[in-house]
């Protein structure tokens, strides 16, 4: 029997001990450290020597360690199943359980301590029973029925403060959530390329937590079918981030299904789990990580590819652990899946600049050098007869070919410095050239021997900028041209004038004229030499307008804006 001396001290340890768990209710203790404390209190309110708290994990029917106060390290994290030990049997039962020594328990799980006297009670909130508390000491101490009224009493504070430590767990962990989304979005908002996003990644989200990660994106043909699997990066605490791109064979398996609805898988064991495909258990055992966690990277409903999670030991995956994986998948799998269509259109961007290149570079190599070649080939095929006639005419024909020789080798030299790199350098703008109306009249003094008569006028114009004067000079070449070969031109009259806000071109032919052609058209030529014309002046902002019919000729009019103060 206890003295009243006795039951004053006690009562004394018992309101100091409530006053503590209070203290520890408001203290904002993460659930851990103030379950250690708890434990502790429990311990000097009943004068035990260990003690130890389990929280109650229902779906798996067992109590689980969570906190202990002069225990061995290897009893937090174990767990007891309903029935076993002295914490399962307050599980089965919901009522205190005392023993004098705790090897006449049921099933006991720590043959160390079979000589202790040992008292469990149950935690309950609500109703609802959420953990065990469970004490011991070694003789002669033992426990009695008002000892366990005292402790069940104070498993109600106990229950309090394990429930607001709980909600504010709940609350950080949302709030860590947030900020991780925060920082995670905007670090991938400015990676400019899938490899930048894919380290930014590794950094802001793999290096906080404990398993070993990689990021794999998927390689698909023509068929929208995936043929294989870029490993993009991967982070592990002792290599730290590594990003590349090395590709692996994709092969199908039972996990597919299951990943392209878009849900996690978990796999504690790939020696054990029957879903593991044969190939992915011999991966993973070459890697040495068993454990293994699949979150699927969707965009646009599609899956383009995984967040893989490893662990070197077997383990049952903690869903808490994984929430900050897969609430910045999301994100990751809408980063990678923009920066690759940019990429995309970039890369189409670029197609179309090239061919747009070849094009304008393949019309310049028709306005000049094929202009100047068919010059030469109409005066060559003329000088053998040129020479019987006349030696003199002979001659300076001859001298002619030489000149229109020396121009296409520099229209030629002109177009391939255009075409060679210039190693980052800003391309080299064209020296002014000659004004326009010398620059026409010299070519059409260089074709008059072999042309039909060739009349010029240019007596209202005034000159405009470079790149005007440029296409205008190729428009006259390629039209002068064209007649000359095709029109069988009696004469043809050239005239450049300014008028009001318009410059205007005319080359007017009286020979057989374009039996397709229909008045106000841009012309029904598919070759370079019209769609030539018609790029140029729709470059200048202009309008192209050939008229003729057959038998009358044809008159081709062009109209480009005329430069402002000119």
Same mark, same amino acid.
């Given at each position: 029997?206890?003295?009243?001396?006795?039951?004053?001290?006690?009562?004394?340890?018992?309101? /100091?001990?409530?006053?503590?768990?209070?203290?520890?209710? &408001?203290?904002?203790?993460?659930?851990?450290?103030?379950?250690?404390?708890?434990?502790?209190?429990?311990?000097?309110?009943?004068?035990?020597?260990?003690?130890?708290?389990?929280?109650?994990?229902?779906? #798996? &029917?067992?109590? !689980?360690?969570?906190?202990?106060?002069?225990?061995?390290?290897?009893?937090?994290?174990?767990?007891?199943?309903?029935?076993?030990?002295?914490?399962?049997?307050?599980?089965?039962?919901?009522?205190? =359980?005392?023993?004098?020594?705790?090897?006449?328990?049921?099933?006991?799980?720590?043959?160390?301590?079979?000589?202790? #006297?040992? %008292?469990?009670?149950?935690?309950?909130?609500?109703?609802?029973?959420?953990?065990?508390?469970?004490?011991?000491?070694?003789?002669?101490?033992?426990?009695?029925?008002?000892?366990?009224?005292?402790?069940?009493?104070?498993?109600?504070?106990?229950? %309090?403060?394990?429930?607001?430590?709980?909600?504010?767990?709940?609350?950080?962990?949302? *709030?860590?959530? =947030?900020? *991780?989304?925060?920082?995670?979005?905007?670090?991938?908002?400015?990676? /400019?390329?899938?490899?930048?996003?894919? /380290?930014?990644?590794?950094?802001?989200?793999?290096?906080?937590? $404990?398993?070993?990660?990689?990021?794999?994106?998927?390689?698909?043909?023509?068929?929208?079918?995936?043929?294989?699997?870029?490993?993009?990066?991967?982070?592990?605490?002792? &290599?730290?981030?590594? =990003?590349?791109?090395?590709?692996?064979?994709?092969?199908?398996?039972?996990?597919?299904?299951?990943?392209?609805?878009?849900?996690?898988?978990?796999?504690?064991?790939?020696?054990?789990?029957?879903?593991?495909?044969?190939?992915?258990?011999?991966?993973? !055992?070459?890697?040495?990580?068993?454990?293994?966690?699949?979150?699927?990277?969707?965009?646009?409903?599609?899956?383009?590819?995984?967040?893989?999670?490893?662990?070197?030991?077997?383990?049952?995956?903690?869903?808490?652990?994984? !929430?900050?994986?897969?609430?910045?998948?999301?994100?990751?799998?809408?980063?990678?899946?923009?920066?690759?269509?940019?990429?995309?259109?970039?890369?189409?961007?670029?197609?179309?600049?090239?061919?747009?290149?070849?094009?304008?570079?393949?019309?310049?190599?028709?306005?000049?050098?094929?202009?100047?070649? @068919?010059?030469?080939?109409?005066?060559?095929?003329? @000088?053998?007869? #040129?020479?019987? $006639?006349?030696?003199?005419?002979?001659?300076?024909?001859?001298?002619?070919?030489?000149?229109?020789?020396?121009?296409?080798?520099?229209?030629?030299?002109?177009?391939?410095?255009?075409?060679?790199?210039?190693?980052?350098?800003?391309?080299?703008?064209?020296?002014?050239?000659?004004?326009?109306?010398?620059?026409?009249?010299?070519?059409?003094?260089?074709?008059?021997?072999?042309?039909?008569?060739? @009349?010029?006028?240019?007596?209202?114009?005034?000159?405009?900028?470079?790149?005007?004067?440029?296409?205008?000079?190729?428009?006259?070449?390629?039209?002068?041209?064209?007649?000359?070969?095709?029109?069988?031109?009696?004469?043809?009259?050239?005239?450049?004038?300014?008028?009001?806000?318009?410059?205007?071109?005319?080359?007017?032919?009286?020979?057989?004229?374009?039996?397709?052609?229909?008045?106000?058209?841009?012309?029904?030529?598919? &070759?370079?030499?019209?769609?030539?014309?018609?790029?140029?002046?729709?470059?200048?902002?202009?309008?192209?307008?050939?008229?003729?019919?057959?038998?009358?000729?044809?008159?081709?009019?062009?109209?480009?804006?005329?430069?402002?103060?000119?």
């Amino acid at each position: 029997m206890r003295t009243d001396a006795e039951r004053l001290q006690r009562l004394l340890r018992r309101e /100091a001990s409530l006053r503590d768990v209070i203290e520890a209710i &408001g203290s904002g203790l993460d659930l851990r450290s103030l379950l250690s404390r708890i434990a502790e209190i429990a311990c000097r309110l009943l004068e035990a020597d260990n003690g130890a708290i389990g929280l109650v994990d229902e779906e #798996a &029917g067992v109590v !689980r360690m969570a906190a202990t106060w002069r225990m061995p390290e290897d009893e937090i994290g174990s767990e007891v199943r309903c029935g076993q030990g002295l914490s399962g049997q307050v599980m089965e039962t919901r009522q205190p =359980v005392i023993y004098n020594r705790y090897g006449d328990v049921n099933d006991p799980t720590r043959s160390d301590f079979s000589d202790h #006297a040992v %008292i469990g009670v149950p935690i309950f909130w609500r109703d609802r029973l959420i953990g065990t508390f469970g004490l011991g000491s070694p003789p002669p101490r033992t426990f009695d029925q008002e000892d366990a009224a005292v402790l069940s009493r104070f498993a109600e504070h106990a229950a %309090i403060a394990i429930e607001n430590a709980r909600l504010f767990d709940r609350v950080q962990s949302s *709030l860590d959530e =947030v900020q *991780l989304l925060y920082e995670t979005t905007a670090r991938l908002g400015l990676a /400019a390329h899938p490899d930048e996003i894919v /380290a930014a990644y590794l950094d802001q989200v793999a290096s906080t937590g $404990k398993y070993a990660c990689t990021v794999t994106e998927y390689v698909y043909d023509a068929g929208d079918q995936r043929v294989g699997v870029l490993i993009k990066g991967r982070w592990s605490r002792a &290599g730290g981030a590594e =990003v590349g791109n090395t590709r692996v064979p994709y092969s199908r398996d039972d996990l597919d299904p299951i990943l392209d609805s878009g849900q996690t898988v978990m796999i504690g064991n790939v020696e054990t789990d029957l879903r593991v495909s044969k190939d992915l258990r011999e991966m993973q !055992r070459q890697d040495g990580h068993p454990g293994l966690a699949l979150i699927p990277l969707i965009a646009g409903g599609r899956r383009i590819g995984l967040v893989v999670l490893t662990s070197p030991i077997p383990l049952e995956w903690d869903p808490a652990e994984l !929430r900050p994986y897969q609430a910045t998948a999301g994100y990751l799998a809408i980063a990678l899946q923009q920066r690759r269509e940019q990429l995309d259109l970039q890369e189409a961007e670029r197609q179309v600049a090239v061919l747009e290149d070849r094009q304008r570079l393949a019309h310049e190599l028709h306005d000049s050098v094929t202009q100047v070649l @068919t010059s030469i080939n109409f005066i060559a095929q003329a @000088t053998p007869g #040129a020479l019987a $006639k006349d030696h003199q005419e002979g001659l300076a024909r001859i001298d002619q070919l030489a000149n229109l020789s020396q121009r296409a080798l520099s229209e030629m030299r002109a177009l391939l410095l255009e075409l060679s790199p210039r190693s980052g350098r800003e391309p080299e703008m064209k020296p002014a050239s000659r004004p326009l109306p010398l620059a026409i009249e010299e070519h059409l003094e260089s074709i008059r021997t072999t042309a039909p008569p060739l @009349t010029f006028c240019a007596e209202t114009y005034e000159p405009q900028p470079s790149a005007v004067e440029h296409a205008l000079l190729r428009i006259t070449q390629e039209a002068v041209t064209n007649a000359i070969k095709h029109a069988q031109a009696g004469e043809i009259v050239i005239r450049l004038e300014c008028s009001g806000s318009t410059v205007r071109l005319t080359i007017r032919d009286d020979g057989v004229g374009l039996a397709q052609s229909r008045e106000g058209s841009a012309g029904r030529g598919t &070759g370079l030499g019209l769609s030539g014309i018609r790029r140029r002046v729709y470059e200048l902002g202009g309008s192209v307008r050939i008229q003729g019919s057959s038998g009358k000729g044809t008159i081709v009019t062009v109209s480009v804006p005329r430069a402002k103060g000119d």
